[in-house]
């Protein structure tokens, strides 16, 4: 099993350009998130999933749209980059009803955008 | 609103010594989870322990201990004879149940504990 994957693992942007970032599980989980790691402020919930066409907003939801019309994909789109969006975005997932509330986080994407 | 504090930003110690990382969070939540992370500086995240708020019973694994105060709300984790790899972020997170499901959590993470062990 390859875990959570996400692609690219680094990009660099111009402001005012699209993209999107890939998150893929094979552990048939039904919980995705997005997060987003900016230095000295941890990790930050961007949306989330509870299943397969669904999301909803976390905490920094703002300038982000998601997809999840696979269950085991996630997708975060920029549709229009922002200097404010450089920063490290991991993708993490968990199965409803396990016990611990464990989240598997994939490698990471580094983004800048210039 | 949920809340874990990681008052030490960056601990510098030499390789054999003992440090404590410090956690304290705040919570409304009967039950829920506390989990320590690490991030070495190849960035991924590594998963290193996770308690129950039911479970106080303290935990070592290895050069790892993790003791948990439910009176205090802290959850402080101590590396013994630290070593060069130990050299990374730790953050320690907290489940919080997200609306209107009742069921979907997410993590609330401190800032993170850059810890330094050197030769």
């Known amino acids: 099993n390859a875990g959570v994957t996400q692609t690219p693992k680094f990009r660099v942007l111009k402001t005012g350009q699209s993209m999107t970032l890939l998150c893929a599980q094979d552990?048939?989980?039904?919980?995705m998130y997005w997060y987003r790691q900016d230095p000295g402020m941890g990790l930050r919930l961007i949306h989330y999933s509870v299943g397969e066409g669904t999301t909803a907003k976390g905490e920094v939801p703002d300038g982000y749209n998601v997809s999840r019309l696979k269950k085991q994909n996630f997708l975060l789109g920029l549709e229009s980059a922002a200097p404010s969006q450089t920063s490290v975005y991991f993708c993490?997932?968990?199965?409803?009803?396990?016990?611990?509330?464990?989240?598997?986080f994939g490698p990471g994407t580094r983004l800048t955008v210039t | 609103a949920q809340k874990v504090t990681q008052a030490q930003t960056e601990i510098s110690v030499v390789e054999k010594e003992d440090v404590t990382l410090d956690c304290v969070y705040e919570?409304?939540?009967?039950?829920?989870?506390l989990f320590w992370y690490k991030q070495p500086p190849s960035g991924e995240l590594v998963f290193l322990i996770r308690r129950n708020s039911f479970d106080e019973q303290n935990e070592i694994s290895g050069r790892y201990s993790w003791n948990f105060q439910k009176s205090t709300s802290s959850f402080n984790f101590t590396i013994t004879a630290s070593q060069v790899v130990d050299s990374a972020v730790y953050f320690c997170?907290?489940?919080?149940?997200?609306?209107?499901?009742?069921?979907?959590?997410?993590?609330?993470f401190g800032t993170g504990t850059r810890l330094q062990v050197t030769l």
């Open positions: 993490a997932s968990r199965q409803t009803g396990a016990s611990g509330d464990e989240q598997y």
């Open positions: 997170a907290l489940s919080e149940t997200l609306p209107p499901s009742g069921t979907a959590s997410k993590l609330t």
């Open positions: 919570t409304r939540d009967t039950t829920y989870y």
């Open positions: 552990m048939n989980h039904e919980y």
